[in-house]
């Protein structure tokens, strides 16, 4: 069964730094890759989607890549703001259901004024 | 609507009492899927439904949890005999496609505590 993990589980960085948030996958067979923003109370709000063929999906400050061979992806924030203090989820499609999207547990990001 | 709504935003219940939980999508959405959110976990798939039809349910824990979509726009998510491992967030989310790529559109969730 598909596993994704989210590492690490808390970041705390001070505004203006640019950071990385990191998501592995153990099976490769996916579709896509997304990640997904979560604010405390609220729904996922979709940051960006990699298709399984692509390497890197850019918007903004924020830059994702993809490795399918090796089952890391990874989501690149840049000059951090406070704004962006949130929970980041990672989402694979799994090819042997396409309906389920395998999450992380998510990785909560504070950004210090 | 702007978005997809969910009702109610809270839910308490006893162990043992039926809950229904409703999610009215964005229109014109045709898929429509279900998660359910753990504390301090990621959301997992509960069911998928194409308008009415409910094309997957594989991720219903069991036969208490039943899901439905009747005139294929707004959906009901029941839960017999709550149980207190039952206690989540449950998610809806909606999207116009039905293609792999199709971005989705979550609700902010109902909160289920289950006393």
């Known amino acids: 069964k598909q596993e994704v993990t989210q590492i690490p589980a808390a970041l705390s960085v001070p505004e203006g730094e640019n950071l990385v948030l990191n998501c592995s996958f153990t099976?490769?067979?996916?579709?896509?890759l997304q990640w997904f923003r979560q604010d405390p109370g609220k729904g996922l709000t979709s940051l960006l989607l990699?298709?399984?063929?692509?390497r890197e999906q850019t918007s903004g400050r924020l830059n994702a890549s993809l490795d399918k061979s090796s089952g890391r992806s990874t989501l690149y924030i840049a000059a951090s703001q406070p704004g962006d203090s949130a929970t980041y989820l990672c989402?694979?499609?799994?090819?042997?259901?396409?309906?389920?999207?395998?999450f992380g547990a998510g990785t909560r990001l504070t950004v210090k004024p | 609507g702007a978005g997809v709504s969910q009702s109610p935003r809270y839910k308490v219940a006893k162990r043992g009492q039926d809950v229904a939980l409703r999610c009215d999508p964005i229109?014109?959405?045709?898929?429509l899927f279900w998660y359910q959110q753990a504390l301090g976990q990621g959301p997992e798939f509960l069911t998928y439904?194409?308008?009415?039809?409910?094309?997957?349910k594989s991720g219903l824990p069991s036969d208490r949890f039943f899901a439905e979509r009747p005139e294929g726009s707004v959906s009901t998510l029941k839960i017999q005999r709550t149980q207190q491992e039952d206690s989540a967030v449950y998610l809806c989310?909606?999207?116009f496609g039905t293609g792999i790529n199709s971005p989705l559109h979550f609700g902010n969730g109902t909160r289920l505590t289950v006393t």
């Open positions: 990699i298709q399984s063929s692509q």
């Open positions: 229109s014109g959405h045709v898929s």
């Open positions: 989402a694979v499609r799994v090819v042997d259901n396409n309906n389920d999207m395998r």
């Open positions: 989310a909606s999207s």
């Open positions: 439904f194409q308008n009415e039809a409910q094309l997957d």
């Open positions: 099976d490769s067979a996916i579709y896509n």
